[in-house]
């Protein structure tokens, strides 16, 4: 026993998965699997390296090579990867006054026309930093009822 630990002072956990590097011999330690085909190794020097799975054969320390490859791991269930992955924040569609031209707010918000929507954009240019900060910064500008407009929730300043 005391002669293996003086050949590979790496072995002295026996909990840890080792498993020899089939590209240039290295005796390495399994840590974890990194995306599906790929593992987490450090080497006998501590270096932690990624390396294929195909590339790992289990290993055992007086046996050598045992011939067992690890098996690629995932949470996933086969899962199509072409396919756009479901938002968990639903697509805004509202209008950000900071960014929008005219033309933009005067189709996307109901009660507000054109010539109101030109009135909005010179508004936003005359701020400082050209941004409005607050809704109610909007309620300078008449003929427009802006309670009903903020509560539609159509508009929003980021």
């Known amino acids: 026993m005391m002669k293996a630990l003086k050949q590979a002072p790496f072995f002295i956990s026996r909990f840890m998965e080792l498993y020899q590097n089939k590209k240039n011999g290295q005796i390495v330690e399994f840590i974890a699997h ?4 790929w593992a987490m190794i450090k080497n006998a020097s501590g270096a ?3 390396v294929s799975l195909q590339d790992l054969v289990s290993y055992e320390p007086g046996k050598g090579r045992t011939g067992e490859v690890p098996e ?3 949470a996933e269930k086969n899962k199509d990867e072409d396919k756009l992955p479901e938002s968990v924040i639903p697509v805004d569609t509202r209008v950000n006054l900071n960014v929008a ?3 933009g707010i005067a ?3 109901k009660g507000i026309g054109y010539a109101t929507a030109k009135k909005i954009i010179e508004l936003r240019l005359s701020l400082p930093g050209e941004r ?3 809704l109610d910064q909007l309620r300078k500008i008449g003929r427009v009822d802006w309670d009903e407009v903020i509560a539609e929730d159509l508009i929003y300043i980021n």
């Not at 990194?34 to 085909?37: M, S």
């Open 34 to 37: 990194h995306d599906k085909e």
């Open 132 to 134: 409005f900060k607050t």
């Open 72 to 74: 690629p791991q995932t």
């Open 107 to 109: 189709k996307a918000v």
């Open 101 to 103: 031209t005219a033309e």
């Open 48 to 50: 932690i390296s990624y």
